[in-house]
């Protein structure tokens, strides 16, 4: 036989269900409150009773010294249990319920008493005051025990003391009073904890429901997961409540948004200041993976709202992917311009072939000499006109590119720039950004042409890149600067209406501004002031002779 297990050992406690505990302890306060209630109420009942007796004594005796035959009766009439004093006083005491009135003379000698043998004796109590003309109330123990006395003066018809009347209550009357209050009491203290038990039954049954029947050590574990669990993950999380201010911020969301615990409490326009950001955050701008940018920064958001008005927004950093995106395109377009140069490079010497097939040798010599040089004069007027290597090389690419796709890239004739820039790859992103939005916008057009105008003036660098494209209306100029509006179908690998965005972010982190207005003729003209750009004050570059403006379309 197998060993018997050992008793479980029994272990007294609170339950562990939220419900139950609430109701427990707040039954637990409602009956403690009741009791304290009545005990508070039970402590000065007593003295009140008391000192209801003890008047009410008093009252007896003074209505009794008034009698006027009374005092007569002491100063004329021994003292005998059958005297006038002795019935008048038993009259009184039978009308009024006392325990008994004592009537004595000046010397303290009973004139009358409920015990008769009592008569003619000298009472067990000190009657000095009342003999001494001073009315008193007390709490006493004499010959008939503890009773609530009144002792008052008693006067003759010229107002001399010639006695005096003590009326005592027993105090077992007084103390049957207050028995016969409390069950009173208690009733009132059994509603009012029935009243407090149904209201902590209804309290519990809501705690049941919000904290969906969760022990509070298990509320306390989710707790504590959730702050791990909101501030290791890489993403975004930010909590608004109902009133549309900020509770909660994660540690990625303050890292990403470039703000810290002073915005909790915020609403998100005070936090991060008017913008997309913040029309995303604070429901102004609906949707699914709304693109924003913050900073350097491009975050896709989606907002989700809760059962108690708030939400609770994500947020996911997409800055290395934009580049990569970035990158690609650039490599694309790097393929594109290969593409062309292969095609160009396949009809100049299919053409140098047949030259020297039909023995113009002569002519051969000429056009080689006519294609190697349109080659180096349109890299050579790049780089005259553009004195900084990565912005020439990003147009003479461009250039190519444009060709491929019927698109005349134009340098305009007031192109000056020194090698004097401080973010080189910072207005490379600009340009080719603004390139690649003219070429899409003048794409299929007829006689499409893209002109770029890049100057100095000071340490301030202007850009401006026009077109021969639909151009812009009106109420749409400010909006395509806005991070995820755009009008085109996005590729693949990344989304749409982010490069304008990051052109006037660059241009804003500098101080200056990118507008769009309408170019002569038609078309979009982009302008990009960048104060600061340029280091120190060099010497400017040397005004060309002008010439006709630079195409990059070619002949196929």
Request: aromatic share 4%; glycine share 10%.
């Amino acid at each position: 036989m197998s060993p018997t297990p050992p008793a479980r050992r029994l272990r007294l406690g609170l339950p562990r269900r939220v419900f139950s505990q609430v109701l427990l302890m707040q039954v637990a306060i409602a009956a403690g409150v009741a009791v304290l209630a009545t005990g508070l109420f039970l402590a000065p009942l007593g003295d009140q009773l008391d000192d209801q007796a003890m008047r009410r004594a008093l009252a007896i005796a003074q209505t009794t010294a008034q009698q006027p035959e009374l005092a007569r009766d002491v100063r004329e009439t021994p003292p005998s249990p059958n005297g006038p004093v002795q019935r008048e006083a038993e009259r009184i005491r039978k009308a009024t319920k006392a325990e008994y009135i004592v009537v004595m003379d000046w010397r303290g000698v009973r004139w009358s008493h409920p015990d008769r043998k009592q008569i003619g004796g000298i009472v067990s109590t000190d009657p000095g005051q009342a003999l001494a003309g001073k009315e008193v109330m007390e709490i006493d123990s004499g010959t008939l025990g503890r009773s609530a006395r009144g002792k008052v003066p008693l006067r003759d018809s010229d107002g001399r003391v010639v006695g005096a009347v003590s009326v005592g209550i027993a105090y077992d009357n007084v103390r049957a009073r207050l028995i016969h209050a409390i069950p009173g009491l208690f009733a009132y203290a059994g509603g009012a904890l029935a009243v407090g038990a149904l209201a902590a039954w209804l309290i519990s049954r809501r705690v049941h429901r919000q904290t969906r029947d969760l022990a509070f050590s298990d509320i306390a574990a989710l707790l504590s997961e959730r702050e791990a669990m909101l501030h290791g993950i890489r993403e975004g999380v930010v909590a608004l409540d109902r009133a549309g201010r900020i509770r909660l911020l994660n540690d990625e969301a303050q890292r990403l948004l470039s703000i810290g615990e002073t915005a909790v409490g915020r609403s998100p326009d005070e936090a991060l200041g008017t913008g997309r950001t913040a029309d995303v955050l604070a429901g102004r701008v609906t949707g699914t993976d709304l693109l924003t940018v913050r900073g350097q920064r491009v975050l896709v958001a989606n907002r989700m709202p809760t059962d108690d008005g708030g939400a609770v927004a994500t947020l996911r950093d997409r800055t290395e992917l934009e580049q990569l995106g970035r990158e690609l395109d650039s490599t694309r377009g790097l393929i594109d311009a290969l593409r062309a140069q292969d095609h160009e490079h396949a009809n100049r010497m299919h053409t140098l072939l047949g030259l020297l097939e039909l023995e113009m040798y002569d002519d051969a010599v000429e056009f080689v000499g006519e294609v190697v040089g349109d080659h180096r004069a349109t890299a050579e007027q790049v780089t005259e006109r553009i004195e900084d290597p990565l912005l020439a090389a990003l147009l003479v690419g461009k250039a190519t590119v444009a060709a491929e796709r019927g698109v005349a890239l134009w340098v305009s004739d007031r192109t000056r720039l020194p090698d004097r820039l401080i973010d080189s790859r910072g207005l490379v992103t600009v340009v080719g950004n603004l390139v690649d939005n003219a070429l899409d916008a003048v794409a299929g057009e007829p006689h499409a042409r893209v002109e770029v105008e890049l100057r100095a003036e000071g340490r301030t660098a202007i850009l401006r890149v026009r077109d021969t494209g639909p151009g812009i209306p009106l109420e749409h100029r400010e909006s395509i600067f806005t991070e995820g509006w755009s009008t085109k179908k996005p590729p693949a690998h990344r989304e749409r209406g982010i490069g304008l965005s990051l052109v006037r972010r660059f241009a804003e982190r500098l101080g200056g501004s990118a507008t769009v207005g309408e170019a002569h003729g038609g078309g979009a003209e982009f302008t990009v002031v960048l104060p600061e750009a340029l280091a120190g004050h060099g010497p400017e570059p040397a005004l060309a002779a002008p010439s006709a403006p630079q195409t990059a379309k070619k002949e196929s």
